[in-house]
């Protein structure tokens, strides 16, 4: 190997080095090391969103189709009302799963929830 | 200096192998840093596969034959074009760009997905250096592209045939298309291994998908302009092995494109999806292997090498690994959703893809027949064209029906009364089609006609789609006709860029069956300089023969007369190119192109005599140039779908934040 390749070659390989160690070499000693993993209620709100997503693109893409005249006035009445109920349905869950999630963040910092707050 | 490209590829090898077991350990044990340090020894690895990749590419240009590689493919009198595109026209050089654009990708695709999907990213990351892993192994220890000797006074020179300024694009086309395929092949094990099968890894990974999948569909249409234009034979694509190679993983990738809207729209096709990518992906490596091991009896194959066993070894190590993981994962691919009737978008779609993945599978058995009847028989029987044809037109005509009618179905249910409604406009048009073309004298091949009619039955229900959907965008407010229709594109790129890519679909159908039925073949003819020839309507008029020192062959060539109806229109050469480094000989094929009837006067000179006689084989070829208008429609289709939609963005953002999914860190 002549010098010039050793010299340039070691540079490489000390660059890639610093940049593998940069992470450690920032943070030698962090609060916490986690990646921070999705617990089983952020999967679930997860899931929700995803399906109130799909339900009110599903609609609007049929609305759109219905203006087009894709999909006729029959199909239209056919298909309509079950995408706004899946809609709703996933509305509704993540309303609920808000709520919950509240509660438990309340209950988590000793403050009285909102249905003691309300009795007393 | 070939110590430092070596050096380089060493690095490499031991950063995608850390990135590989750090970044295992970390997504495992949920460690952050270690994380992030096996995220920057993907993205280093890309960086020390460009200083080989630099390396070589300045060994080339400088001539350094002291590399055996560089001494293999080029010579002092290849121009300065072919001399770089000499990189992947060998297979160390080619397997170098594979690393190149792998690591590229993984560092890109790892980094522009990183604020919405952090958690998924933690294990994509150890996957693309699986795969990465073995390519660097390979480059290291099997088929180094720096290995040297002592330098002799010239090199061999590059292949002839790979000697045109489509060679320049095709191969590095494919190559971005092979590699590409990596990305939604990482993502998809990496929801399967993390458990995260929601919908982010379709949508990280998309775009990635539509753009391998574009070049890969530029490229064989690049490969089969060059094959046109360079092999000289008369057509543009001869179900080739290696050409094959190429057109399975893009069926494969066609078919998921399609039944990812499924999943997305309906919650459907969880499982089938998974297997599509899985099969992209290996269907592409499978196309690497037949390109670079010799295998297979091709034009393409320019080597014969050792790492076929290698490539073999890690197709089915993938293929073991990915299916073991998903059946492992099925629980948590079950569909919430199921299939609500026959006649639904979904449905279409689903039929689109039993008839995508039932054509790659037959052009897959015919690919492998060969082998295997040498393996079991020790004889290899080829399956020649008319196996492939006849199978083109049983799944390839009702594919290309479907592809008119998909789009015009609802999703979840149509009725049959509102499914008449729809197709009554589109079914008027490819009947009159038909029964026109009928009566023009196009009854001489029903495979032809029937491509024609179909044909026309999808650009009717492509019109009908763009003109309902302007309409439909004026009156929702939009100011100008104009105005109207680039709102409707732009507001659903996806779709109606779709829409564009069925269009170029339609013009390569037509231009295929045009060139094919319908084309005129002269029998060989043997001129004398004088003599004239009848063909299709043309008069060729032998006038006579030159000879041209070019920069590194001599060129011969016959310069022919071309006169229609007794009008002169010009005049066309075709001959052939004798390469003295490389000591092969090339045809040069004559191509005079009329705009106004989109069809091709065709000449080889097969056999040129000393006495300046030349066997001429002249086809007339109505229709051929669609084949290419087609390449731009379709690039342009793909450009519309690719192009980023901000609205989509922000909602994903949004909702990795709603839910709190860790970004990770630049």
Known sequence: MTAAALVLAALLAAGCVVLVALPFLREPDPESDDLGELDEAERQRLELLEARDRALTALKELEFDHRTGTVSDEDYRQLVGPLRRDAATALQALERERGEAAADEDVRKGRPTRERTLSG | ?666
């Open chain 2, 1 to 666: 200096m070939p110590e430092l490209g070596h050096a380089a590829l060493l690095v490499t090898l031991g950063l995608v192998l850390y990135a590989l077991g750090a970044g295992a350990a970390a997504a495992h044990l949920g460690r952050r840093r270690l994380a992030h340090s096996a995220r920057n020894a993907l993205v280093a690895a890309f960086f020390s596969t460009l200083v080989a990749a630099a390396v070589l590419v300045t060994a080339l240009v400088r001539h350094d034959f002291s590399l055996v590689y560089v001494a293999e493919h080029t010579s002092r009198e290849l121009p300065t074009w072919y001399t770089i595109s000499a990189f992947w026209g060998g297979q160390e050089g080619s397997l170098l760009l594979w690393l190149l654009v792998l690591t590229g990708f993984g560092a890109l695709a790892v980094r522009l997905n990183r604020r919405w999907a952090g958690d998924l990213i933690v294990w994509v990351v150890p996957v693309f250096a699986a795969v990465a892993t073995f390519f660097a192994f390979l480059l290291v220890a099997v088929a180094n592209p720096f290995e040297t000797q002592p330098a002799p006074s010239d090199g061999a020179g590059l292949n002839p045939s790979l000697q045109n300024p489509y060679m320049l694009a095709h191969p590095p086309l494919l190559y971005l298309g092979y590699v590409g395929l990596t990305v939604p092949f990482a993502f998809a094990l990496a929801a399967l291994l993390s458990g995260r099968t929601d919908e982010r890894w379709l949508i990280a990974t998309r775009r990635w998908t539509l753009l391998a999948w574009t070049a890969l569909g530029v490229g064989q249409l690049l490969g089969a302009h060059w094959a046109y234009v360079e092999v000289g034979w008369g057509g543009y694509y001869a179900w080739d092995p290696v050409e094959n190679a190429a057109l399975m993983p893009w069926l494969a990738a066609t078919a998921f494109l399609h039944s990812v809207m499924i999943q997305e729209k309906r919650g459907m096709l969880r499982i089938w999806n998974m297997v599509l990518v899985i099969g992209a992906f290996s269907l592409s490596l499978f196309g690497t292997f037949l390109t670079r091991s010799g295998v297979v009896n091709s034009i393409h194959s320019f080597t014969q090498s050792s790492i076929g066993p290698w490539f073999l070894g890690f197709i089915g190590v993938t293929v073991g690994v990915s299916l073991a993981v998903l059946f492992w994962r099925l629980p948590l691919l079950r569909s919430p959703t199921r299939l609500e009737s026959p006649f639904s978008r979904e449905a279409a779609f689903l039929y689109n893809n039993l008839l995508l993945l039932a054509l790659c599978l037959t052009i897959l058995w015919g690919v492998v027949y060969p082998l295997l009847s040498e393996a079991v028989r020790g004889e290899s029987v080829v399956l020649g064209r008319s196996y492939y044809d006849f199978f083109l037109r049983i799944f390839g005509l009702p594919l290309l029906l479907l592809m008119g009618m998909g789009p015009l179905v609802a999703w979840r249910r149509a009725s049959f009364r509102s499914l008449v409604t729809t197709f009554r406009w589109p079914t008027l048009v490819a009947l009159v089609a038909g029964v026109v073309l009928i009566l023009l004298g196009s009854g001489s091949s029903i495979p032809g006609l029937v491509t024609y009619t179909f044909a026309s039955f999808v650009g009717a229900t492509i019109v009908i789609e763009f003109a309902r959907g302007t309409r439909a965008r004026k009156a929702l407010g939009a100011t100008s006709w104009l105005g109207a229709f680039t709102s409707l594109i732009g507001r659903n790129r996806r779709r109606y860029g779709g829409y564009v890519v069925h269009a170029a679909i339609v013009l390569l159908a037509i231009g295929v069956a045009g060139s094919s039925a319908f084309q005129t073949v002269a029998p060989d003819t043997k001129l004398r300089p004088g003599q004239s020839m009848r063909v299709g309507g043309y008069t060729l008029r032998y006038r006579q023969l030159t000879q041209h020192q070019g920069a590194n062959a001599l060129e011969e060539r016959a310069h022919l007369a071309v006169l229609r109806g007794g009008k002169p229109l010009g005049s066309l050469a075709a001959g052939k190119n004798a390469y003295a480094v490389e000591q092969q000989v090339s045809n040069e094929v004559g191509i005079r192109t009329d705009w106004l009837r989109l069809e091709d006067l065709f000449v080889i000179a097969d056999q040129i005599d000393p006495n300046g006689t030349v066997y001429f084989r002249v086809f007339v070829k109505p229709l051929v140039n669609l084949i290419w208008i087609a390449g731009i429609v379709f690039v342009l289709g793909s450009v519309i779908t690719l192009w980023p939609d901000a609205r989509e963005q922000r909602r994903l953002v949004s909702r990795s934040y709603e839910v709190g999914i860790p970004a990770a860190s630049s």
